[in-house]
């Protein structure tokens, strides 16, 4: 078995949609990003990668390829998911947290971890998400922008891994 951590943080963009574990939360009020700015996709992808010792998403969805262009990083994430199929890896199970002052999570999350669960054919009890602010310190407090941490195990499917 092997663990991996991810990371990612993205500033609020107003006139875009806000797309959070593959779920619109918001037409309006969204992320600025190169893809749909799914920042809990995104740090969930960089644990998945990492686990495996693999690139991060960066390397394999560059922002400078227009094929990426507002991209839902749902779709990204089936990809990963095949990369690690590809690299005799499955996925053993996710945890997650969004770290965000607004807006409020917990009306979202069963959504969030089903649409996650499907992409990574888990059953969505191996799916973790919590949500939590960041009592109005940085840039998360200031209502700046949303942050994501996630941790993923994996198994090697060869055991020469």
């Known amino acids: 078995m092997f ?12 006139n875009r949609k806000l797309v959070l574990g ?17 920042v809990l996709v995104h740090a969930i992808m960089d644990a ?4 495996a010792g693999l690139s ?12 990426y262009k507002g991209a839902s990083s ?14 005799k890896f499955i ?7 969004l770290i965000c002052e607004a807006p409020k999570i917990s ?11 499907k992409a990574l054919n888990l059953r969505v009890s191996r799916v973790g998400l919590k949500a939590t602010t960041n009592e109005k310190m940085g840039f998360v407090g200031r209502k700046e922008g949303i942050a994501a ?11 020469n891994k």
Do not use: C, Q, W
């Open 3 to 14: 663990a991996g951590i991810g990371y990612d943080a993205h500033r609020f963009k107003k």
């Open 22 to 38: 593959g779920h619109l939360i918001s037409k309006t009020n969204g992320l600025d990003g190169h893809s749909d700015a799914d």
């Open 48 to 51: 998945l990668l990492g686990a």
């Open 56 to 67: 991060d998403i960066g390397h394999y969805f560059p922002n400078t390829n227009k094929k």
């Open 74 to 87: 749902i779709e990204l994430l089936l990809e990963v998911n095949r990369i690690l199929k590809k690299e």
């Open 91 to 97: 996925v053993n199970n996710i945890d997650s947290t």
């Open 107 to 117: 009306p979202y999350i069963k959504n969030m971890k089903e649409n996650i669960a």
């Open 149 to 159: 941490i996630a941790i993923a195990t994996i198994i090697a499917t060869n055991l």
